[in-house]
């Protein structure tokens, strides 16, 4: 079994910047897979970005490519997700998602809330 506890999600203008935290437990980082989604009022679940454990290649979806970063610690067995370039439309309640691939979710945190102001 995996938990996963996310942090750092708040209210921050458009142009800012915030970083979330997904810290695992119950199986080591480096044999996972870890990735963003988010979802926005309205919408469905959107897979942001991710990253493979084992040896830390990444996706972005083509809407925070460039804006967005995401990177493992293993030592730590936390994955971040640096948010600079925020704007509105980035709007959304964030969780990470832990399983065998990028994109896999077999296990969910409990989502953190970022709001953009404009």
């Known amino acids: 079994q995996v938990q996963l506890v996310e942090s750092g999600g708040g209210l921050v203008q458009a142009g800012g910047s915030l970083r979330l935290s997904c810290a695992a437990s119950?199986?080591?980082?480096?044999?996972?897979?870890i990735s963003w989604f988010r979802q926005a009022p309205g919408k469905g679940r959107e897979l942001v970005a991710g990253?493979?454990?084992?040896?830390?290649?990444?996706y972005y979806a083509d809407s925070v490519k460039g804006r967005f970063t995401i990177s493992g610690d293993n030592a730590k067995n936390t994955v971040y997700l640096q948010m600079n370039t925020l704007q509105p439309e980035d709007t959304a309640v964030y969780y990470c998602?832990?399983?065998?691939?990028?994109?896999?979710?077999?296990?969910w945190g409990q989502g953190t809330q970022v709001a953009v102001s404009s």
């Open positions: 119950g199986r080591t980082f480096s044999r996972l897979s």
């Open positions: 998602a832990a399983g065998g691939y990028i994109g896999a979710s077999a296990y």
């Open positions: 990253v493979r454990g084992s040896d830390l290649s990444t």
